[in-house]
């Protein structure tokens, strides 16, 4: 009887934690799913898309950089999702290490970032800047420099003259478009109470000074209401900053304690 019981104790004992190993497991598919999304979007937009002139502008195209970032994640969570699932030391590993390997790279960019913030602040000018000229060639384009002044309120990168930048809006005399020293209408602050929409309430504020124009649009730069946006959310950013890297944590420790308690079973069985 008494030996008996011991067999079966023998038998069904293990050392790998079943919650540690499904949790891997079910997490690991959570976000395996969640980068075939990535991909799908990925293609969708490199298909729909004509002209190549975010591309330009990104120096890479940003739907390329979802397709990359959803094939590397895919794999990554494979490993994590069949190593748990059959117990796999060499899957398992895999994932930890890349794991690893893709916290440590994002770890060095918030880090370079943030102590060479003047040259992230110029890089950054520089997209826009190229946004800012191709405006009128790209849809994609338009829109994200109109979502951007609209929900930062802000004109421009350094203020709203730099509409210039792009031929329609530039305000040399020689300019013959109709739209010369004006401004997008994403520029203008909104006026309570105003029926029909002023669309060209943009228009000729480039001759007016910073006084003048803050009476028609916000003339403050995008890139100081960025600085001032981040300096205003640090709580949001930095919870965004761990829900970025808290799972990537979580998932480099639980694959090393499973790895830790397979080589424990097999060690006991041997
Ligand atoms: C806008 O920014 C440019 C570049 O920083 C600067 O030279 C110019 O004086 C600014 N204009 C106004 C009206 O603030
Ligand atoms: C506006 O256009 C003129 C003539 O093409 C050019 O010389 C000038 O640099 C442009 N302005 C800006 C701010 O790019």
Redesign the pocket.
Known sequence: MDRKQNLNRAETFSFVNPWIRYFLFFFSFLFWVFSLLIVAIGVYAKVQKATDTVRDTFLIDPAVILIVVGVVMFFITFCGCIGALRENIRLLKTFSFSLTLVFLTQLAIAILGFFYSEQTRDALGKFVKKAIVHYRDDLDLQNLMDYIQKEFKCC?W?????WSWNLYFNCTHENPSSERCAVPYSCCTPVPGEAVLNTMCGFGVQTQ??LE?NKSIY?V?CADKAVIWIESHLLLVGALALGLALPQIAGIVLSQILISQIQDEITSVL
């Open positions: 421009g350094n203020n709203y003259t730099d000074n910073y124009a003339p730069g």
